[in-house]
């Protein structure tokens, strides 16, 4: 059947930002998404609020809209652009949900709006528990013993029946979010209110506990003629109780003989049928007891997911491009196999012949009160993906590719009760404590017993333990080439090699020239070599045949960011594709090395030829000796590639863009005061500590409050504000651990100061302005953190200069060639310069999308040689619009978590919104980053420090005018009353009750502004911040945020959609 | 078990793999092909059809789940010799019995792993199926490459004489299912007479299954004395080697089909109901060996992913005015099915039994289950 004519333009909806659960995966099968359609004549229509995304690239789709998405604003975009379908499936929950709630409204039958890909009825069977239940029941399936639960009673009859312990998943939420599993009643009442609050339809599926059961996930496509495929199987090395988003998961499926594969195989098509998913990709998940093999169904995805990115970066068979071919009519027979050139058609299943191993990426160094036990919630931020042809060398890949400090299976503790505990109630770093189990002389049996892990992935681990052990006191050259050999061959980096051995990894490097032992890249192809490819993707491995053939074009690197983690995620990975579009289309041959299978720089059709593989130096510096690229980019992919920029430069390896020595001159605290001294530029005093005495007088020299970090930091990681010595005392203590042999920096704070980023470019000669976005929470809240406006909204012109006249001089004193980023503090009319990074900043896709201009691409051209004037951008862009950034916090996923802002960055993500004037942009963002300003009318809660209690006046002024009736603690109340404004007095939490935490739980408040400051009012007042989380009251931690807010509602919540291409035509 | 003697692998071309011997010790030639599938081994070595071949399997781990006693399609293994990229020192699953080390040491099969097993699969790609040698144990790369020379090929070697059982047997197992294992048949509606060209066990499994008691005869039985059964159908193995050296089997088949007997073939039993039908066979490159392969039913239009294990293939531009190709491999457009216009019989060039594999062809069983059914309602 060929592809329906009767449809022309369909409506595709993005997955918003990045939370835990949803991350850049949805952008790689929007994008996928956009393009297939686009190439089959449909007109696209994309709505996403996350601008940090490839798929809101403005030419992605035929229309844009980077706007909130909820049901009511796409009824707004149905409306002006009457879409005669809706693809849902592309992004994740958010997008399905959106589907179901604009079908509910009746918007889609109003509109006439064909949902295609997956029915109403599909995506209602699969996600309501108990019809989906029900179905497995129907196609005679086991699943586990279960029941629903409405309400709190209703939950504990149904556990009565099941024991404990019990496993709670609330319906219809993302990531497995409010979800856990309870060993007695009072985690199971704990977890079950949770989970009430957390489902959208306050439904509870109560379940079995299948915990040490193996877990397994089949990925299947179908298309409309009812033809299936497995496009992978994936075997979790963590057993059932953890998320599979947490798992540590390998494909294919590792222990099932023949037998039981095909019957996993036949109940995954079954699902798929019963449950009438139509056409595309989805994934279902399986358990299997050990003991018997029986066999249950767990759960299934009527869409694309996180799996199935993994799974198509795992076989090279793009799921998302083919679902949505499917989804306007074609079938799998009709659609070729890109891989092999066409040669085969997309109706196959591939073979691997290679092991895929997918380890997943924590934060929880930023939520220290947050529970760090993996259970059916998920918890972790990112993903590294590695290819090997044996387990042992995809696992190692993998955690050298994780960065966190690992190269392999280090050792972390030997004492056995702590190994022990870690096994049977896994956290972020189980598969270290099974190494650690096995030096301690565990069994496998011993192990298995209280890990549950297949003693088959134990047996693999003890092995690459056993290897570690034989080199216990010998020296490198002891080791001759056969054993080096084998030891590269089960994947051993040369830095763990080096620690074993008591060298170092340069060392190690040297001595496999030497013996001339060095990897082969083997070909991702889909199908085992059976059919010849062209397509270069690629892995390393230590084997005899290598298949890179480079070829002779003049080539240019691109050094993707690794796994996501706070502080580096997607709008680094969107950098490095624009690079390599950009050096594409400029006539170079593009070359990308990344590791995260959730990226679109790690779909193979992003470069010309594509690398997964860990970026450390060992890796980096293989596929440089193969490939001789004549430049490398370091600067896009955020901390990651710049920190081996040095050592790349050390060995030979052609960086391009600004030089690794003035990245070191932009870091280096000594060299960029000088820096600034000499173009007579300001800098907060600050000093640089080696070590706590120093540290304690120098804080005396330049005075508190000090803002203090480790130096060559991403993300604010470890970064305090300190107020008096005593806290300095601990940090230094602290801050030892995290930063090695880093030295620790002291800045003074700004206090009340307001926050600017510019991003600027050159290509050494001219440096054009990109952007300058005026922060909304003033200096002191993690630039990631803060919202921000571009353009600036409170920020006179002659100050506006003034940046743009530094940022210059910056530039073209660190000879920047690319992107630049800095950040700049105003007190009064004072500027001064925080920081600057001559690199791409997390702002860069924000930034290209609100002026209309691919800064990335540019900056990447200019670093390839070509000038900004031959490329037509010499003159900064300045909207006659607003668009508004706002950041998104994963403290619901952390129960205990404060939701206060500071210098640490914790946001995962980020959301945009566009107006006419600031309020318009700034409602939207809020109603795409949370649950949107509340109406007027309400009632507020005031609580501020003394120092802000004149400058509140101003807001419940606003808030008055608004409507809102006003309750304030004493003190704040007492302002607000002498400046002549009614308010109630409420009682803090300490003051006794009834407080102002009864007033949020009884539903009294609509809107809190709660700003504290010492450690003691931050401590006070947490209770407060918990329940408006728990409550989703709007609150904001700032009086700048406020102030944003009343502006905000100002506006009011009649919201005009627009387009980014219609808003770009603007510019001209 | 130790796994500390070496193995070479030499191919006809002169290519030399060294690695270590995983089964027993010395020489075994055949002709070296390669297996996509990634599960199912027990199945793959267990198979007759893979007689004189020296089987590669592409996924590298081989031997993870050990070695059941139930995944057998026959009594012993018929590959002639094993090569892989790794064993795993230990297996998991809650069926194994043995390690595969264990299994190839009882079977006295010859295997070598530590291979650059996807080089090996590369060259077979580019230059076909080559004829080879594993040594395990004392090598020597000089006799080894000699003896690959020496090996004739498969061309012109008719091995389903060598598989077939002696004598006539009767079948009951069904099929496998979880936590049941097999079952035993009850009231069988049909009497199907299966020919034993080197039949797969599953093949009479999913027979028995469907309600047919069988009477299994030896290759080259005449078609009087299946006759003399008194059949409902009649069933045509797969087999190993060469369709065209087996005259017996094709004047057999050619009697069977103008009695107008249902009559269902499968991969060989498909190459000879083709050639009794007077149509030719051929040599393929490489073949097709595999759990993944697409095949279109030209009746329905639908793709069913199929299990494949041959190197000769019917001829599709050689079919006779009486047969009809009813399904074709999306891979390379080869012929995968035949039916005959004049006589209620058909046959299929893959695997619909799997094992291993997909289910996706298993149709094809109802399918002549309903034929007999339409044909003894008729007589």
């Keep these: 059947m060929p592809k329906r004519t009767d449809l022309d333009s369909i409506l595709i909806i993005g997955a918003g930002p990045i939370v835990i659960g949803q991350a850049c995966e949805f952008d790689y099968s929007g994008a996928q998404a956009c393009k297939a359609l686009r190439e089959e004549g449909y007109k696209v229509i994309l709505v996403n609020s996350n601008p940090a995304t490839i798929m809101t690239d403005p030419d992605m789709a035929d229309v844009t809209y980077i706007e909130p998405i909820t049901w009511q604003v796409l009824e707004k975009i149905i409306a002006k652009e009457r879409p005669s379908a809706l693809l849902p499936t592309m992004g994740g929950q958010t997008a399905l949900n959106c589907a179901l709630d604009l079908a509910k409204h009746g918007v889609l039958e109003k509109y006439g709006v064909e949902m295609i890909g997956a029915s109403k009825e599909a995506i209602d069977k699969a996600e309501d528990r108990e019809k989906f239940k029900a179905a497995m029941t129907r196609l005679g399936l086991g699943s586990a013993r279960s029941a629903i639960a409405h309400s709190m009673e209703e939950a504990l009859q149904v556990q009565a029946a099941l024991g404990f312990p019990t496993i709670i998943r609330p319906s219809f939420t993302m990531g497995g979010s409010g979800g856990g599993i309870a060993y007695n009643k009072d985690e199971f009442v704990a977890i079950c209110e949770r989970g009430l609050e957390a489902s959208p339809t306050h439904e509870l599926l109560i379940e079995e506990s299948l915990l040490g059961w193996k877990e397994y996930e089949m990925e299947v496509v179908r298309d409309r003629k009812d033809n299936c495929i497995i496009i992978c199987s994936i075997e979790n090395f963590d057993p059932m109780g953890v998320h599979t988003g947490d798992s540590i998961t390998v494909a294919p499926a590792q222990t099932l003989t023949d037998k039981e594969y095909q019957i996993m195989r036949d109940a995954s098509l079954a699902v798929l049928r019963e449950i009438g998913v139509d056409t595309g990709g989805s994934n279902v998940q399986f358990a299997t007891n050990p003991a018997d093999g029986r066999m249950v169904v767990i759960e299934m995805n009527p869409r694309v997911s996180r799996s199935s990115a993994l799974a198509s970066k795992a076989t090279g068979f793009p799921i998302a491009k083919i679902a949505a071919k499917l989804a306007v009519g074609y079938t799998l027979d009709e659609l070729r196999n890109d891989i092999t050139g066409g040669a085969t058609p997309a109706s196959f299943e591939p073979s691997i012949d290679y092991v895929v191993t997918k380890v997943p990426r924590f934060a929880f160094e930023k939520f220290p009160q947050a529970d760090d036990r993996l259970t059916t919630q998920m918890k972790s931020v990112g993903e590294v993906m590695a290819m090997g042809r044996t387990l042992q060398e995809s696992l190692q890949k993998a955690l050298r590719g994780l960065e966190v400090g690992a190269d392999g299976l280090d050792p972390r503790t030997t004492d056995r009760e702590e190994i022990e505990a870690e096994l049977m109630s896994p956290g972020p770093e189980r598969i270290w404590y099974v190494g650690d189990a096995f030096r301690a002389g565990m069994s496998i049996d011993e192990v298995h017993a209280v890990s549950k892990i297949d003693p088959w992935f134990l047996d693999q681990i003890q092995a690459l333990i056993e290897m570690e052990t034989a080199l216990a006191n010998r020296t490198l050259t002891d080791v001759g080439a056969d054993e080096l050999r084998r030891l590269k061959r089960a994947g051993f980096s040369d830095r763990r090699l080096a620690k074993l051995l008591g060298t170092d990894q340069h060392a190690v490097r040297a001595r496999r020239g030497e013996l001339a032992i060095h990897p082969v890249y083997k070909r991702v192809d889909t199908c085992a070599a059976e059919f010849a490819t062209q397509t270069a993707y690629m892995y390393s491995t230590y084997e005899e045949e290598c298949e890179a053939q480079p070829g002779d074009r003049k080539k240019i690197m691109v050094l993707g960011g690794g796994p996501n983690r706070i502080g580096q995620g997607i709008e680094f990975d969107y950098c490095c594709v624009h690079a390599a579009l950009s050096l594409r289309e400029s006539g170079f041959e593009t070359i990308m090395v990344n590791c995260n299978p959730e990226t679109v720089s790690t779909d193979y059709d992003t470069s010309d030829r594509l690398y997964f593989e860990p970026l450390t130096l060992e890796d980096v510096l293989e596929i440089v000796r193969i490939e001789k690229p004549v430049g490398v980019i370091v600067q896009y992919g955020g901390q990651t590639p710049l920190k081996l920029a040095r050592d790349l430069e050390k060995n030979g390896v052609p960086i391009i863009g600004t030089s690794p020595d003035m990245i070191d001159a932009a870091e280096d605290r000594e060299r960029f005061q000088k820096m600034l001294h000499d173009l007579g530029l300001k800098q907060p005093p600050n000093r640089t500590a080696r070590n706590p005495d120093s540290a304690i007088r120098m804080a005396e020299e330049i005075g508190y409050p000090l803002v203090v970090r480790p130096s060559y930091v991403l993300g604010g990681r470890a970064m305090e504000i300190v107020r008096e010595e005593a806290d300095l005392v601990r940090y230094m203590a602290e801050a030892v651990k995290v930063s090695n042999d880093s030295p620790v920096l002291l800045d003074r704070f700004l206090n009340d100061a307001i926050e600017v980023d510019v991003d600027a470019l050159s290509d050494g000669e001219q440096v054009v302005i990109g952007g300058i976005m005026q922060h909304i929470e003033q200096a002191g809240v993690h630039s990631g953190d803060s919202a921000c406006s571009l353009p600036p909204y409170s920020l006179s012109d002659e100050l506006q200069d003034e940046l743009r006249r530094q940022t210059v001089a910056m530039a073209k004193a660190l000879k920047v060639c690319g992107l630049m980023n800095v950040q700049f503090a105003i007190q009064g009319e004072t500027v001064y310069v925080l920081e600057v990074n001559p690199r791409a900043s997390r702002t860069v896709p924000y930034v290209s999308k609100a002026i209309g201009a691919p800064l990335a691409k540019i900056a990447a051209r200019a670093m390839a040689g070509l000038s900004l004037k031959s490329q037509g951008f010499e003159k900064e862009i300045i909207p006659p619009y607003y668009c508004v950034k706002e950041a998104v916090f994963p403290f619901r996923k952390f129960p205990g978590v404060d939701t206060i802002l500071g210098p640490e960055m914790k946001s995962t993500g980020e959301v945009m919104g566009v107006g006419d004037n600031f309020g318009e942009a700034f409602v939207k963002s809020q109603l795409a980053s949370s649950d949107g300003l509340p109406k007027a009318g309400g009632r507020a809660f005031i609580s501020v420090r003394s120092s802000d209690r004149d400058a509140i006046v101003e807001v419940a002024q606003g808030l008055r005018d608004l409507g809102f009736s006003l309750v304030a603690t004493r003190g704040t109340a007492q302002t607000i009353e002498s400046a002549g404004i009614p308010v109630a007095v409420v009682n803090k939490v300490k003051e006794g009750r009834p407080h102002i935490v009864d007033m949020i739980k009884n539903g009294d408040i609509d809107f809190i502004v709660n700003v504290v400051e010492d450690k003691k009012a931050v401590k006070d007042s947490y209770a407060i911040r918990a329940e408006a989380l728990a409550r989703r009251v709007v609150y904001f931690t700032t009086l700048a945020g406020a102030h944003a807010a009343c502006l905000g509602m100002r506006h009011g919540s009649e919201l005009e959609v627009y387009s980014l291409q219609s808003l770009h035509q603007r510019l001209h | ?379």
């Excluded at chain 2, 893959?350 to 309903?370: C, K, N, T, V, W």
């Design chain 2, 1 to 379: 078990m130790s796994f500390d003697q070496p193995a070479i692998l030499v191919l006809a071309d002169g290519s030399v793999f060294r690695g270590r011997s995983i089964g027993a010790e010395g020489t075994t030639t055949g002709e070296v092909v390669f297996n996509t599938a990634l599960t199912g081994y027990q199945e793959i070595l267990t198979d007759p059809s893979y007689s004189r071949q020296i089987v590669t399997l592409t996924y590298p781990h081989i031997g993870n789940v050990g070695v059941n006693t139930e995944d057998v399609e026959a009594a012993a293994t018929h590959a002639a010799g094993l090569v892989v990229r790794d064993v795993p020192r230990l297996h998991s699953n809650f069926r194994a019995g043995q390690s595969l080390p264990e299994y190839l040491k009882n079977q006295n099969l010859i295997a070598i792993a530590d291979i650059d097993t996807r080089r090996l699969t590369r060259i077979l790609r580019e230059k076909g199926a080559q004829n080879g040698c594993v040594m395990a144990g004392a090598v020597d790369e000089a006799k080894a490459l000699d003896a690959a020379r020496a090996f004739p090929g498969l061309a012109g070697m008719d091995l389903a004489k060598v598989v077939t059982a002696p004598a006539p047997y009767e079948w009951t197992e069904t099929e496998w299912k979880l936590g049941r294992g097999y079952c035993a048949q009850a009231a069988p509606r049909f009497h199907v007479v299966a020919y034993d060209y080197g039949v797969k066990r599953n093949i009479l499994r999913m027979l028995a299954e469907r309600g047919c008691r069988l009477t299994v005869l030896p290759a080259t039985a005449s078609a009087d004395e299946a006759l003399a059964l008194k059949p409902d159908g009649v069933f045509l193995s797969n087999g190993p080697g060469d369709p065209e050296p087996c005259d017996y089997a094709i004047r057999a088949i050619g009697e069977l089909v103008t009695t107008k007997i249902p009559l269902f073939g499968i991969c060989l039993g498909h190459q000879l109901l083709a050639l009794a039908s007077g149509a030719r066979t051929v040599k393929m490159k490489f073949g097709h060996h595999g759990a993944n392969h697409p095949v279109k039913d030209l009746d329905s239009g639908r793709v069913a992913i199929t299990s494949q294990n041959h190197g000769f293939a019917v001829d599709a531009a050689t079919l006779p005015a009486n047969l009809r190709s009813t399904h074709v491999s999306l891979f390379d457009g080869s012929l995968q099915g035949i039916a005959r216009t004049d006589a209620p019989a058909f046959s299929f060039q893959g695997h619909p039994e799997a094992s291993p594999g997909p289910h996706d062809m298993s149709y094809l069983f109802d399918r002549f289950i309903q034929m007999m059914a339409d044909h003894t309602a008729v007589h």
